[in-house]
């Protein structure tokens, strides 16, 4: 019973560099989701997708991009990381119950530090 | 844009008492309320939500409340036991919206 797999659980990277979070889910949800978390800011949504090929940009999107071309994976993309970057980030996966996202699960994190 | 403000930043109570976080949204569209438990070093987990045609529900030791005409709604934990210590997020979501907002945290603490 996997759940939200999320990989790594840390990173160091250096101002420029690239990387690629990895999020799975195995419950066939049709939505996923990335968060930011930042001390006294609660979670701030980066993108999310309601389905494979679908995707669309949350509150905090610039400097991350996001692909879905399976039901499972929601890989999120930094292309050129910055210190402002530094955070924790969640993916998150809910099934679409009459319209509204509900019973959302959450993995375990990815501390990402960008010296 | 939608806000959810959540309150208080910190609570600390003694074991056996009750814990209460309330929380105030900005968009009337909203319809799901949820909240979460997140304990350290992992992600948060869904404890409760309300759906807004409901005032109340309750489930064991917790129970959440929604005032829609006020735009409040509240958590509320009766007989704290130290396992309850963690940070509480309330949110707030609506039917098509597909972006749920999330209130800034409430870490308690439950003393023995």
């Known amino acids: 019973n996997a759940g939200v797999t999320q990989t790594p659980k840390f990173q160091v990277l250096k101002t420029g560099q690239s990387m690629t979070l990895q999020c799975a889910q195995d419950?066939?949800?049709?939505?996923m989701s990335w968060y930011r978390q930042d001390p006294g800011m609660g979670l701030r949504l980066i993108h999310y997708?309601?389905?494979?090929?679908?995707?669309d940009q949350g509150e905090v999107p610039n400097g991350y991009n996001v692909s879905r071309s399976t039901t499972e994976d929601f890989p999120l993309r930094l292309l050129s990381a910055a210190p402002s970057q530094t955070s924790v980030y969640f993916c998150?996966?809910?099934?679409?119950?009459?319209?509204?996202?509900?019973?959302?699960?959450f993995g375990q994190g990815t501390r990402l530090t960008v010296v | 844009g939608e806000n959810v403000e959540q309150h208080p930043s910190t609570l600390s109570v003694q074991e056996g008492d009750s814990a209460v976080i309330k929380c105030t949204y900005s968009?009337?569209?909203?319809?799901?309320f949820p909240w979460y438990k997140q304990e350290l070093g992992k992600g948060p987990q869904l404890i409760i939500d309300?759906?807004?045609?409901?005032g109340e529900k309750k489930d064991q030791r917790i129970a959440v409340t929604l005032n829609k005409t006020a735009k409040h709604f509240s958590l509320h934990i009766t007989e704290t036991q130290p396992e309850d210590s963690a940070v509480y997020f309330c949110?707030?979501?609506?039917?098509?919206?597909?972006?749920?907002?999330f209130g800034a945290g409430t870490r308690l603490f439950v003393k023995a």
């Open positions: 309300i759906r807004s045609n409901v």
């Open positions: 998150a996966s809910s099934s679409i119950g009459t319209g509204v996202i509900t019973e959302a699960f």
């Open positions: 949110a707030a979501a609506y039917t098509g919206g597909f972006k749920t907002i």
């Open positions: 968009d009337s569209a909203s319809n799901y």
């Open positions: 997708s309601v389905g494979a090929g679908i995707t």
């Open positions: 419950m066939n949800h049709e939505y």
